[in-house]
């Protein structure tokens, strides 16, 4: 059975997507810590990051970064935040998102849910600084 995150991939699922290659895929958390919250996820269905080969995991950091940065651009936090927990879903995938204190930190915070249009201006802002940032 295919991971709720390989439904997004391959859009049977809906997803407001900011990035995807032949590797990965960065798509908006519909249960945000903070705005422009991330998900740096793997095509490849991989429950433990431990499991994924070091290509690939350098790769999703790669891409993390370049996300943390167009979150630091465009929302103008304290901090940009990484978190691979994968309690939630058994698909590898990396949290990025800005922080202004280590209570943005506590996933008991995230908000139950986000409305469609505040989804897809974030998203439209990250692929805007993420088209201009190289």
């Known amino acids: ?28 958390s519909i249960n945000p810590l903070t705005a422009g919250h991330a998900l740096v996820v793997p095509v490849a269905e991989v429950d433990h990051w431990l499991d994924l080969d070091v290509e690939t995991n350098m790769h999703l950091t ?41 209570s943005d930190l506590d996933f008991a915070n995230a908000a139950a849910g986000v409305e469609q249009g505040e989804l897809a201006a974030d998203a439209a802002l990250l692929r805007e600084a993420l088209g201009t940032s190289g």
Do not use: K, Y
């Not at 943390?68 to 949290?95: K, N, S």
């Open 1 to 28: 059975m295919a991971t709720l995150f390989t439904r997004i991939l391959n859009g049977e699922l809906p997803g407001h997507f900011v990035w995807r290659d032949e590797r990965c895929a960065v798509f908006l």
């Open 62 to 102: 790669a891409v993390a970064h370049r996300v943390g940065q167009a979150i630091m651009e465009t929302q103008r936090p304290q901090r940009v935040a990484t978190v691979m927990a994968g309690f939630e879903v058994p698909h590898v995938h990396l949290h990025v998102f800005g922080v202004n204190s280590m």
